[in-house]
């Protein structure tokens, strides 16, 4: 079992930053892809970044691409999402996602099997 509890969610005006976390217990962390989704009252769960089990490969959706910056301490278990230049289509609640059966499908939701809470991040404009 693997629990996820993400953090660092707030209001944030257009063109600033904030810092999002995702806590990790249970299973072995160190051993995952993880993940950062998205979902919006109007969109659908969507993919945002991923990182290796060593953080050694990141991917990015094109629209975060440059702004946004996904990292892992394994030490310490713990993932994080340095988001910059907000804007507002950024605004959602934010997932992380860890895929502990080793898929290798980090843009699919499916191949990921635990997920937190979900942390809202709203950019005013």
């Given at each position: 079992?693997?629990?996820?509890?993400?953090?660092?969610?707030?209001?944030?005006?257009?063109?600033?930053?904030?810092s999002?976390?995702?806590?990790?217990?249970?299973?072995?962390?160190?051993?995952?892809t993880?993940?950062?989704?998205?979902?919006?009252?109007?969109?659908e769960?969507?993919?945002?970044?991923?990182?290796?089990?060593n953080?050694?490969?990141?991917?990015?959706?094109?629209?975060?691409?440059g702004?946004?910056?996904?990292?892992?301490?394994?030490?310490?278990?713990?993932?994080?999402?340095?988001?910059n230049?907000?804007?507002?289509?950024?605004?959602?609640?934010?997932?992380?996602?860890?895929?502990?059966?080793?898929?290798?499908?980090?843009?699919?939701?499916?191949?990921?099997?635990?997920?937190?809470?979900?942390?809202?991040v709203?950019?005013?404009?």
């Open positions: 079992q693997v629990q996820l509890v993400e953090s660092g969610g707030g209001l944030v005006q257009a063109g600033g930053s904030l999002l976390s995702c806590a990790a217990s249970g299973r072995t962390f160190s051993s995952n993880m993940g950062w989704f998205r979902q919006s009252p109007v969109k769960r969507e993919f945002v970044a991923a990182i290796s089990w953080g050694g490969t990141t991917y990015y959706t094109d629209s975060v691409k702004r946004f910056t996904i990292s892992r301490d394994n030490t310490k278990n713990t993932l994080y999402l340095q988001m230049s907000l804007i507002p289509n950024d605004t959602a609640v934010y997932y992380c996602a860890t895929d502990s059966r080793g898929s290798g499908s980090y843009y699919y939701r499916e191949a990921y099997d635990y997920w937190g809470q979900g942390t809202q709203t950019v005013s404009s």
